[in-house]
């Protein structure tokens, strides 16, 4: 069941009193506190167990309160704003007053967004400020997409939980660093690298690693319980095999090219061909192979190109520091 006007307005008046609310939005469900509260915030990196330093999204209900929220506005930013807004992009910029430096990891900086799912902007209106909201499951863990997920994570350290039913895109939102001359990507996500670019009329940088802390850049990120291993495509049925005739329950993404194949492995999930489908099925199909039992996953990355570029990025991520190893 989906949230409705009455579920709204509890919320809001969860978040004025200081507490937590679990919501909807396009990209994952969000841990939501009061923006302007530093003991709510904090209370957010308790509950998940984040470290203070890794900053929060500030979401508000829409661009014109973008200058509540950030101060010396780019027009680079603006644009984006004004072509992306609602949807999954964040815009990292300079703090504004209204920000504690407990929401911002003790940064300058500050990120926004404005989601665009209908429950998150019904309660981000109804609230009447911002709402600092990282994803709603333990640091380093599988992102959740739908409120079960949330409610199977954190339980009753969650006040209350917004169901907004499943997300539609499934990946965190992009997040865009636009407080220097040249904008540069920092976390692939939602929006794609190709319509950033588009708008922009010029190339995009996506550096390995930036001097500016934002979520998702903890080495071993978006993990299952399982260990994740990634290998080249060609690769995926033999190793998932090998390494379940070594004793392993072993989890398989079987990528589009294999469709049909009989493994023999634990559990199988049927990579789709789409990527907009595989973006909104990750989360979960990492999920689903956790609660089969599986303590190995051998995935391969998708062509790095549109949200190709997102999932690649979450898969490094849940495969975290092994990949060298």
């Known amino acids: 069941m989906t949230a409705g006007t009455g579920d709204i307005e509890k919320a809001a008046d969860v978040l004025r009193a200081g507490g937590l609310v679990a919501l909807p939005t396009e990209t994952v469900y969000g841990l939501g506190a009061n923006a302007e509260d530093p003991a709510a915030v904090a209370r957010v990196f308790q509950v998940k167990g984040r470290p203070p330093s890794h900053p929060l999204i500030v979401h508000i209900a829409g661009a014109e309160h973008l200058g509540d929220w950030a101060e010396d506005v780019p027009e680079t930013a603006r644009l984006l704003a004004e072509r992306f807004w ?49 994803s709603a499951n333990r640091f380093g863990s599988v992102s959740p997409t739908t409120a079960n997920h949330v409610r199977a994570e954190l339980g009753d350290a969650v006040d209350f939980v917004l169901d907004g039913g499943s997300c539609g895109v499934g990946v965190e939102s992009t997040i865009v660093d636009a407080t220097g001359d040249v904008p540069s990507i920092l976390r692939p996500g939602g929006v794609t690298r190709e319509d950033l670019e588009a708008v922009l009329g010029h190339p995009l940088a996506v550096p390995a690693t930036s001097a500016v802390r934002v979520p998702g850049q903890h080495p071993s990120h978006y993990a299952p319980r399982a260990r994740v291993v990634l290998v080249e495509p060609g690769k995926v049925v033999a190793e998932a095999e090998l390494a379940q005739e070594l004793g392993h329950q072993v989890g398989v993404f079987l990528p589009p090219s294999f469709a049909g194949a009989q493994v023999k492995a634990h559990a199988v999930v049927a990579v789709p061909g789409s990527m907009d489908a595989y973006a909104r099925g990750l989360y979960g199909f990492l999920r689903e192979l956790d609660q089969r039992g599986c303590d190995l996953i051998i995935a391969s990355l998708p062509v790095e190109e549109g949200l190709g570029l997102a999932i690649a990025n979450r898969l490094r991520r849940a495969a975290g520091p092994r990949l060298s190893e």
């Open 86 to 134: 609602p949807g999954p992009l964040t815009l990292v910029l300079r703090r504004g007053r209204r920000v504690p430096l407990e929401a911002t990891g003790g940064l300058e900086t500050v990120a926004v967004r404005v989601p665009d799912h209908p429950v998150a902007l019904a309660l981000l209106s109804a609230f009447g400020g911002g709402v600092a909201a990282p």
